[in-house]
């Protein structure tokens, strides 16, 4: 089957939205078990057969506390998937959307972060995720990498979800509130990443259009912050709201460090193409709209 799009990561949290949202284009959804990207054979084989335009990579090993003690399989996935999949896009003449994150940063700065400034990742899945930028950069002239951060959606598990089943079952939340980031919705980072991708296939792709962009939701928050607004726009909803309780970063270890400061300046993107996510917390409100329900549960937020 050819198709214009082929996306890896297909049941992915963005891919997922990706697929869904892109059904009316010519396009070709692929899963791990569909097209494992760190086959570099199965790679070349897979793009030769389809024959697509364009090739958007939201594949990613994403388990950050997993990965400190699991790197081979992060490095294959995160690093060498991306350099398969560029320069099986450099042999055929086919650009590349890669996804990338917030987490190539230390979070030592006090202001958001712009595409040129230094690199510096704490863990190993941070490090893997940047090896896989160099990669793409190395291989592939024609790119886009796009840099987002704390990812959510319908499909798949994140957050939000996790905050609506654990508030379920406790009456009280501890949750983190000296990490600073931009929650971003996989339905609306799809909407950016398809946007892009219907550039490159009308040839309509301005040499300052390739290249790092930051692509995330509007606003910033704390993970607590974030965390008291999902519960503030899905109370109607619920049977009980739990009391959210702020923390701090040592109060809560986790194998990986997380960077403090995750927010992303997006500026380039939006002069680039026109680009600017909504606000986190409009997405939010319906994200929540559609969750809920499904959980059998109506939101009025």
Same mark, same amino acid.
């Given at each position: 089957?050819?198709?214009?799009? /082929?996306v890896t990561g297909a049941h992915g949290q963005l891919g997922w939205e990706v697929a869904r949202r892109g059904a009316g284009l010519s396009l070709h959804a692929l899963g791990h078990g569909d097209l494992d990207i760190t086959d570099r054979l199965a790679v070349m084989q897979t793009i030769a057969r389809l024959k697509?335009?364009? =090739?958007?990579?939201?594949?990613a090993y994403t388990a950050v506390d997993r990965a400190e003690n699991d790197a081979?399989?992060?490095?294959?996935?995160?690093?060498?998937g991306p350099a398969h999949l560029a320069a099986a896009c450099a042999e055929v003449g086919i650009?590349?959307?890669?996804? &990338?994150? +917030?987490?190539?940063? +230390?979070g030592s700065k006090s202001g958001a972060y712009k595409e040129d400034d230094p690199v510096a990742p704490l863990g190993i899945y941070g490090k893997s995720k940047l090896a896989g930028e160099e990669a793409v950069r190395e291989h592939l002239a024609h790119h886009v990498i796009l840099r987002t951060a704390w =990812?959510?959606?319908?499909?798949?598990?994140?957050? =939000?979800?996790?905050?609506?089943r654990v508030?379920?079952?406790?009456?009280? /939340? @501890?949750? =983190?509130? +000296?990490?600073?980031?931009?929650?971003?919705?996989?339905?609306?980072?799809?909407?950016?990443?398809?946007?892009?991708?219907?550039?490159?296939?009308?040839?309509?792709?301005?040499?300052?259009?390739?290249?790092?962009?930051?692509?995330?939701? &509007?606003?910033?928050? &704390?993970?607590?912050?974030?965390a008291r607004k999902i519960f503030e726009l899905a109370k109607p909803s619920?049977?009980?709201?739990?009391?959210? %309780?702020?923390?701090?970063?040592?109060?809560?270890?986790?194998?990986?460090?997380?960077?403090?400061? &995750?927010?992303?300046?997006?500026?380039?993107? %939006?002069?680039?193409?026109?680009? @600017? /996510?909504r606000s986190w917390e409009a997405a939010l409100a319906e994200m929540?709209?559609?969750?809920?329900? +499904?959980?059998?549960?109506t939101a009025r937020p």
């Open positions: 089957m050819i198709a214009d799009i /082929l697509p335009k364009i =090739v958007i990579n939201a594949a081979d399989a992060a490095y294959a996935v995160n690093r060498d650009p590349l959307i890669h996804i &990338s994150t +917030d987490y190539v940063f +230390d =990812v959510y959606g319908i499909h798949g598990h994140n957050f =939000v979800k996790t905050m609506l508030g379920a079952e406790r009456d009280t /939340l @501890r949750v =983190v509130d +000296d990490q600073r980031g931009c929650p971003t919705f996989a339905g609306d980072l799809a909407d950016a990443t398809l946007a892009i991708a219907r550039q490159m296939i009308n040839g309509t792709m301005r040499d300052e259009c390739f290249g790092t962009f930051h692509c995330t939701g &509007s606003g910033a928050t &704390s993970w607590y912050g974030f619920l049977q009980k709201v739990p009391t959210i %309780e702020a923390i701090t970063t040592a109060e809560y270890p986790t194998p990986a460090k997380r960077p403090a400061n &995750s927010v992303l300046d997006c500026h380039r993107l %939006e002069q680039a193409y026109g680009i @600017r /996510l929540l709209n559609t969750v809920l329900v +499904d959980m059998g549960e």
